[in-house]
């Protein structure tokens, strides 16, 4: 058994049809530009309060245009007539905008899986009837390893919709980032499969050829990868290898992520980020400063990138996105602000745009020198170095340079 993710569009229905022979199991997600469509019927309906009747013709019109069968075609319409009732019932009720538009997009996902089932002839299951969470960012994993047994027959072709479970409370959710290719790795690691392939509109894992588990959760949790480094974890704890494949060019053998290693160091860069360092003496021996901080960051929603700390504990330094910075400046503000035993007049807290480098491989661990060569390299380029942070278990230096010196800065260490 092979299970595959893929994102559909129109112009890849036919390939996708093509890979999902006997023995696979494929997870199928839209493409961001019809799942743009759908989050404007919503934002017009419970934002501006308007029709969203040119949303939903354009709906139909995509997914219909995929398949020329009439059942097929009322199938379309009647989930879109589904999806147009709830949200003028929506504008009337006290449900939270956000299961709103989840509810929404997860039938947008469904009516992707179902195209493809035209083609495959498989058994469509809803993923939403798999994936059960506790919230939001955590799975129920006991009641979902329960699901996938009780509704994935270890033969045949199944069809699923990916991205999106369902709470314990019936609400359908999100399931994290990109989540269709998570769960495609955890219906694997479930059903013991002997493989994964993940099929991306790229040349793989930036080209290359092979990588072990923890250099591809490196890289991916940058900004630019192709996919969720949490789709890797269940794939690693199983022994499963994912093979990341380019739809458009199947003539690319794919990008193995196994527990081999990489045929080379690789470099990631990542923009549009702020650094917002907090210093002063009134941090000094506060147990807790640290914890307070990052808690008000999460509070708000705010993702940190990257962390720095001096052991002096006079300063404490991250990065967040930039569209991220007033959310994070008021809610490091609101630290010291509610907090009368903490001397605000004495803390200072400084913001600067900026990129981050990470230096990344299994190659670098154990070697001498690593260090000296990257920030050799950087110092010879005339390029100023803010921060930097290398993990204990020796696979990634990051560095964080002015945000006009971040490309020069890519080309040095590549």
């Not at 995929?66 to 019932?89: C, F, P, Q, S």
């Not at 905008?97 to 009516?111: F, G, S």
């Not at 494949?245 to 199947?250: R, S």
């Amino acid at each position: 058994m092979i299970v595959k993710a893929f994102v559909l569009k129109k112009s890849s229905i036919g390939a996708i049809s093509q890979l999902c022979g006997e023995g696979t199991i494929a997870v199928i997600r839209p493409q961001k530009k019809i799942e743009a469509v759908f989050r404007e019927a919503v934002f017009k309906t419970l934002v501006e309060k308007k029709s969203a009747d040119g949303e939903m013709a354009r709906i139909r019109e995509y997914f219909q245009s995929m398949d020329g069968d009439l059942a097929y075609k009322a199938g379309v319409e009647k989930t879109v007539e589904t999806i147009a009732t709830y949200l003028r019932e929506a504008m009337y009720v006290q449900t939270p905008p956000t299961a709103i538009e989840d509810y929404v997009m997860a039938k947008c996902a469904r009516l992707c899986a179902e195209a493809v089932n035209q083609h495959v002839k498989g058994t469509l299951i809803d993923g939403t009837e798999l994936m059960i969470c506790a919230s939001a960012d955590h799975f129920d994993w006991a009641a979902s390893r329960q699901q996938i047994v009780a509704r994935c027959p270890a033969t045949g072709n199944l069809v699923i919709s990916g991205g999106y479970g369902r709470l314990t409370s019936g609400y359908v959710v999100r399931v994290g980032k990109d989540g269709a290719h998570l769960m495609a790795a955890l219906i694997a690691s479930v059903l013991k499969a002997r493989s994964i392939e993940f099929h991306i509109e790229a040349h793989g894992v930036d080209g290359m050829e092979a990588m072990t588990y923890d250099e591809a959760a490196h890289y991916c949790a940058s900004a630019k990868a192709p996919f969720s480094s949490s789709a890797i974890w269940p794939a690693k704890n199983a022994g499963i290898p994912i093979l990341v494949k380019d739809v458009g060019d199947e003539s690319f053998e794919g990008t193995l992520i196994s527990t081999g290693s990489a045929h080379k160091t690789a470099v990631i860069a990542d923009a549009d980020l702020d650094l917002i360092t907090v210093y002063g003496t009134g941090l000094l021996g506060r147990v807790g400063m640290s914890g307070a901080i990052f808690s008000s960051l999460a509070a708000k929603g705010v993702n940190v990138r990257f962390i720095a700390q001096t052991s002096s504990e006079y300063s404490i330094s991250f990065a967040i996105r930039s569209d991220e910075k007033d959310t994070a400046l008021e809610a490091i503000r609101g630290v010291f602000r509610d907090n009368p035993l903490l001397p605000l007049d004495d803390v200072v807290v400084l913001n600067r745009s900026v990129g981050i480098i990470t230096v990344f491989g299994s190659q670098m661990k154990n070697l001498p020198g690593t260090s000296a060569a990257v920030f050799g390299k950087m110092g010879q380029a005339g390029i100023n170095i803010i921060a930097s942070a290398q993990g204990g278990e020796e696979l990634s230096i990051s560095l964080v340079v002015d945000a006009a010196d971040l490309e020069k800065a890519t080309e040095v260490l590549k």
